[in-house]
């Protein structure tokens, strides 16, 4: 899931991905035709099959669920102390197999196949081991059960029977992964303990309603009954979690969500394949900033000069649809892009089904305003993708919900339609199916999809989108339009800067929801979520860093070749590549390993 919510095998290993019921352990499907025919690319891919079925999705099932593997459909994450000393020790185990790969031998596609696989591993030691979010964020429980039942329903992928009776499976373990939480969690922060409350009475509704609803056309009455009594027994553990966190935790949530710098370093290093010092990269962040705010400042000023531009904000602001049309208004986009894209020889669209718009998921409703949900490469049934998009809530005072809706201004709501479906999340998502091995399918770094998401919201206008004839109705609305890109480019801006900042010591947490408001133009009700969410999204700085790396690899692509570059083919071949760092994709593109900041 890319928000953001990102976002996520190889030869000899067959799988029915059409049963939601097995149980037969078994990697994911065979790549076919993968690249390298020698011995060392050979070795790599087996243990690739190895580690994703015996690590990756063994720890993660509701990932491979996600993935289109249903053999992992009746499995629950093991949240128990005991089950992180097992993964850590697994993981380690690969660590030293993919270590002893001979790299020199392997072609380049290969090559960066075994940097994503050491970097999955490295990260996950790092995040276990180091950040230990397992005993600091309550969150992870409630909101982790959730999604392992929600990717069960949201799909049609088998009939309901046989994902009622995985749901079952899953559910009569939840009890137990809440319980584990009283064992593991040590004095959380206290905006992670807020935040899993805010989560929890959504989370709870969603079990007492949405599950129930989902499933409502399952015909075993024996399962049915069965169902009751597991899906009480979540709703009444959630309850007694919730009053938990409330009573006890809650007081003594006096952690500290800071990763620090080191950690911060390796995370980025591991997750993006990225090695800019801490300080530069803040410089880097802040230029982009502060160019953006200048471009703001410089169209607000052609719309009307006698007014401050950041009153402009407050107009932009009052241009939103009723919360009750906010999701045809994204639908309506989709055309107008879609034209634009073909006409313009932007890229290619390799499908005409479109994403289904519905309401953000209730466990992150907390953090999230948008979201693209698509099916995993190896889903074979239910194909749908899911454009997420955060309504008010049913409590939200008048204010509350006015603050919200105008983070769905006129140009942030193309804006974002660009960032999450077209040419976004979605179409790269439909170019899944040409990556060069199944490992790009799976695995990937949020600087290259947020990365290219965000770079396209600049790259469409900056091609046309967006002017009279083209997305706006008129020369001052086409201005306006740019605002709300602009807008939502300075939320990536801040984004950037307060991710580092907070986790290095340098801002506190009020200061970065000020930070939103006065340097990244976002109301006070956005920058509250915003803040939020990078108390653990530490490195969030990824959207801006991916986009400034594509615009890079792109201006030196254009210069070796001249006037043979083609738009069009250079976003082609960026996305036949999957999602792998930006690193990976420019040795592909340029054939080198020059800078990519």
């Not at 899911?386 to 193309?414: A, K, S, W």
């Not at 990824?542 to 400034?548: E, I, N, R, S």
Request: charged share 25%; hydrophobic share 35%; proline share 6%.
């Amino acid at each position: 899931m890319h928000c953001k919510g990102i976002a996520i095998l190889l030869a000899g290993i067959a799988v029915s991905a059409g049963s939601g019921c097995s149980n037969k352990a078994a990697g994911p499907p065979a790549s076919g035709s993968a690249p390298g025919s020698n011995g060392a690319a050979a070795e790599l891919r087996q243990l690739a099959d190895e580690y994703f079925d015996q690590v990756y999705f063994r720890y993660s099932p509701a990932n491979g669920t996600l993935q289109g593997l249903h053999q992992y459909d009746t499995q629950l994450e093991d949240y128990s102390r005991a089950g992180v000393a097992r993964e850590t020790a697994d993981l380690e185990r690969f660590e030293s197999k993919f270590a002893a790969v001979p790299a020199a031998q392997l072609d380049l596609t290969s090559q960066g196949d075994l940097q994503l696989l050491l970097g999955n591993i490295h990260s996950t030691l790092l995040s276990l081991n180091t950040i230990r979010l397992w005993e600091k964020d309550p969150d992870q429980y409630s909101s982790g059960i959730s999604n392992s039942a929600f990717v069960l329903i949201e799909r049609t992928f088998a009939s309901p029977d046989d994902r009622l009776r995985s749901l079952i499976a899953r559910e009569k373990r939840m009890p137990a992964a809440l319980d584990a939480a009283h064992q593991n969690l040590k004095n959380p922060p206290r905006i992670y303990t807020e935040i899993a409350l805010e989560q929890l009475p959504d989370i709870i509704t969603f079990f007492q309603s949405d599950v129930p609803q989902a499933l409502q056309k399952a015909q075993d009455q024996q399962l049915k009954t069965e169902f009751a009594q597991s899906n009480g027994a979540v709703i009444k553990a959630l309850q007694n979690y919730q009053t938990w966190l409330r009573k006890d935790v809650l007081p003594r949530s006096h952690g500290d969500f800071r990763f620090g710098a080191e950690t911060y370093s390796k995370k980025l290093l591991y997750d993006e394949m990225v090695d800019t010092p801490l300080p530069k990269l803040l410089e880097i962040g802040y230029a982009d900033l502060h160019k953006n705010q200048a471009e703001f400042n410089r169209i607000a000023r052609e719309i009307d000069p006698s007014r401050q531009p950041r009153d402009l904000l407050a107009e932009l602001g009052r241009d939103h649809p009723a919360p009750a049309h906010l999701l045809l208004s994204f639908r309506d986009t989709f055309q107008g892009l879609i034209q634009f894209i073909q006409q313009r020889h932007i890229v290619d669209i390799p499908s005409q089904v479109r994403p289904i718009l519905e309401e953000t998921p209730p466990f992150l409703r907390a953090t999230t305003t948008a979201s693209m949900d698509t099916p995993g490469p190896f889903e074979k049934v239910s194909t749908e993708a899911y454009f997420n998009v955060t309504l008010p809530g049913p409590h939200d005072t008048p204010q509350q919900i006015e603050g919200h809706m105008e983070e769905f201004n006129r140009g942030t709501i193309i804006s974002t339609a660009i960032h999450e479906a077209y040419p976004g999340h979605y179409l790269q998502f439909l170019w899944v199916p040409q990556a060069p091995s199944t490992v790009r399918k799976l695995l990937g770094a949020s600087s290259n999809d947020e990365g290219w998401a965000h770079y396209c919201e600049q790259m469409m206008l900056d091609q046309g989108y967006g002017q009279p004839g083209t997305g706006a109705r008129d020369a001052r609305d086409a201005k306006m339009i740019h605002l709300g890109q602009l807008q939502d480019a300075l939320l990536r801006d801040a984004r950037f800067v307060v991710g580092i900042q907070m986790h290095t010591g340098r801002m506190t947490f009020d200061q970065a929801v000020r930070f939103f408001v006065e340097e990244g133009y976002q109301t006070h009700e956005g920058g509250l979520v915003e803040t939020k969410r990078g108390t653990a999204d530490a490195t969030y700085l990824y959207y801006t860093l991916g986009k400034l790396q594509i615009l890079k690899l792109r201006a030196d692509l254009e210069k070796k070749e001249g006037a043979h570059f083609s738009l069009e083919q250079f976003h082609d071949d960026f996305l036949k590549q999957g999602f792998p760092p930006i690193k990976i994709v420019r040795r592909a593109l340029l054939g080198d390993d020059s800078p990519t900041l």
